[in-house]
């Protein structure tokens, strides 16, 4: 498993609070990344960081921020949750020699 | 950015029969080239992947190819088995940053 680890593995909330998602390695990637998956449209890439305090943008950032202030933790904060974010949310990190993905096992979230 | 477009959606096949599922790209400098596995309720993960450099991989009843001309690459799955069910991910990528997934396409093995 590559030494990651998401919490909560699911939550349920209500439209308007904030949510925070974390991922947790335990193996110095430099890397990592937060993706959402919905059906029909695969695995959409939200925020990555290639060190600490070094972040960008994906390509469905909007509604989303992020932090990392160690190298072990990814947090991903949806400061306002809407129903379109209702999701399940996989952390990955990736092997920088060969660029594999390596995913956590998801966190399922569900905005009413 | 890149666009990655993947066929079929859904496909079912008998077992011990082979299935084929295809993949095109639109960015031209993509050079990296994964498919995951993602089993009900599990996480995606690797299964074979390739490289702008190769135009054919193989490990055991997988293989992957890769035509660059085209832009488009393919999975293939020889000897199906009840096992292979599953959804199927490809993705392209040039860097660690930009790694663009499909859709993904349903495999069911019928025993």
């Known amino acids: 498993d590559a030494g990651i680890t998401q919490s909560p593995r699911h939550k349920v909330t209500e439209t308007g609070t904030p949510v925070t998602l974390r991922c947790h390695q335990t193996?110095?990637?430099?890397?990592m990344y937060w993706y959402r998956q919905d059906p029909g449209h695969g695995l959409r890439l939200i925020h990555y960081?290639?060190?600490?305090?070094?972040?960008d943008k994906g390509e469905v950032s909007d509604g989303y921020s992020v932090s990392r202030s160690k190298t072990e933790d990814f947090l991903l904060t949806l400061e306002s949750a809407t129903s379109s974010q209702t999701s399940v949310y996989f952390c990955a990190i990736s092997e920088i020699e060969t660029g594999e993905l390596f995913f956590g096992e998801g966190s399922r979230l569900t905005v009413l | 950015g890149e666009n990655v477009e993947q066929h079929p959606s859904t496909l079912s096949v008998q077992e011990g029969d082979s299935a084929v599922i295809k993949c095109t790209y639109s960015d031209s400098a993509s050079n990296y080239f994964p498919w995951y596995k993602q089993e009900l309720g599990k996480r995606p993960q690797l299964i074979i992947d390739i490289r702008s450099n190769v135009g054919e991989k193989k490990d055991q009843r997988i293989a992957v190819t890769l035509n660059k001309t085209a832009k488009h690459f393919s999975l293939h799955i020889t000897e199906t088995q009840p096992e292979d069910s599953a959804v199927y991910f490809c993705?392209?990528?040039?860097?660690?940053?930009?790694?663009?997934f499909g859709a993904g396409t349903r495999l069911t093995v019928k025993p």
């Open positions: 193996e110095n990637h430099r890397y």
């Open positions: 960081s290639y060190g600490v305090k070094d972040t």
């Open positions: 993705a392209a990528s040039r860097n660690n940053n930009d790694m663009r």
